[in-house]
Every structure is written in C-alpha cells, then in structure tokens.
C-alpha cells in the first residue's frame, strides 16, 4: 500500500485551481523530489497534502485514509509534519522551547522525543539554549526539522529546504534529509537545488503549469536528456 497518493487533484486557493489534474504516489520509505520551474505548482502540491489547498475534484489518501478534505490541525494527528520554507522558527525562543511547541499534541513526556531529536541534529544538543533566531540559517532549518518531526510523523514534508543556505549547509541538509528518511520517515519535498535533489530521490515528478510532465526515478529524470535541457540547467 502506498503511504501517500495523490489523485488527478484540481485546487488551489480562493476558488482558482492551479493544480490541473496532478497526480502522485509515494512509498512509506521513499524521498520524493518535486521539481519543475516557478509557478508550476509544485508548492501547492506539496500543501494539498496538508489541508492547505482547496480541492475542487479529485482525491488525496495517506495511509488508506481518505484525507482530502482534512483540515491541517487533523493531518497532523494523522502522520503529517510540515515544515514551510518561510517563518518556520519562533525566532524569539530557544531550540528547546521550539522543539517543545513542536510536540504540543503529546500528552506524555516529551523529553524522549527531545533527545531522539537532539541525537538526529547534535548542533542542537550543543545549543539548546540558544533563541533560534539567532543561529545560521542552516542551524535554524534543522531547528524547523526538528520540531517538526516531535511529533514522529509517517510523512514530512519539505517546502524549499535548501533556499537562502550556503553551500555547505545546503549538502548538510540534504545529508538531514537522507537520515531522516533512514529513520523511517517519508519525506516529500520541493526543492530548487533539482539536481541535487532528484541525486537522493527515490522518484522525481516534474510539473508544468499545475500539471504531470514528466516522472521516473530520480537517476532517470537524471539521465533524462529534454528533462536536464529543460529543467536542470543542461
């Protein structure tokens, strides 16, 4: 059974659809990359999935459940963590204090959750204290991600990870990305460092114009020749 599937979705926001038809499918252990130039939709697939977009037709299951009309306070409770490209911090607080509002659902202690994250992202152990606006932007994403998985999602999603990072920071997250994902968590992302992201994807789609243009593993959107002249810079 696949964890996510995404069914010929129209939607959008106020009553315009800017997906046409999109469809999407994902396994419970797979990275999959959203790729596709600005204004394809790609964001906006990714939110459908967390109740932030409006379905006009069409059908989103996650985990066999039919979410599609879910508000996102109910995805959340079902599996879903995500975590936006913007704002994605309380920068006013510390690592700690974000990570506690990150498992504000959980009624027992969070202080074992608290140490998985702190094992997954060490600079956070060391800096536990510090306000979280106050760290690099690098740091600040792994706060993000770390507050997000508090919560032990099946599926988190990622909108424009790497944006704004300096090249290092920007391989680090992606090496996050892939020990997450070997945490057992699926991670769904849209990313604008395409190469990179379709490097570590299990599958890559790449959208038009809120529809399915092309889709294949990641190493096949790769070495897919229009898809790299298109897409990927050559």
Wanted: charged share 25%; no cysteine.
């Amino acid at each position: 059974m696949n964890l996510l599937e995404i069914n010929e979705v129209h939607g959008g926001y106020g009553g315009g659809d800017i997906l046409k038809g999109v469809s999407m499918r994902m396994g419970s252990r797979d990275i999959i990359a959203i790729v596709g130039p600005n204004g394809a939709g790609k964001s906006t697939l990714m939110k459908s999935a967390f109740g932030l977009v409006e379905i006009s037709s069409g059908n989103i299951h996650f985990d066999g459940d039919d979410i599609t009309h879910l508000r996102p306070d109910k995805v959340v409770r079902r599996g879903i963590s995500y975590v936006p490209q913007e704002d994605n911090v309380f920068p006013t607080l510390t690592v700690e204090e974000n990570l506690e509002i990150g498992g504000y659902i959980l009624k027992e202690d969070l202080k074992p959750q608290m140490e998985a994250i702190y094992e997954l992202f060490p600079r956070l152990a060391e800096r536990r204290k510090q306000a979280a606006g106050s760290m690099s932007g690098g740091e600040r994403q792994m706060v993000a991600m770390g507050r997000a998985l508090m919560l032990d999602p099946k599926l988190l999603l990622l909108d424009e990870p790497t944006a704004g990072l300096s090249p290092s920071y920007i391989d680090q997250t992606f090496d996050n990305v892939m020990r997450i994902n070997a945490s057992g968590v699926g991670i769904l992302m849209v990313e604008q460092n395409a190469k990179q992201a379709l490097a570590i994807a299990s599958r890559g789609y790449v959208l038009t114009n809120g529809r399915n243009r092309y889709e294949d593993t990641g190493a096949g959107l790769l070495a897919n020749r229009e898809v790299a002249e298109m897409f990927l810079g050559g």
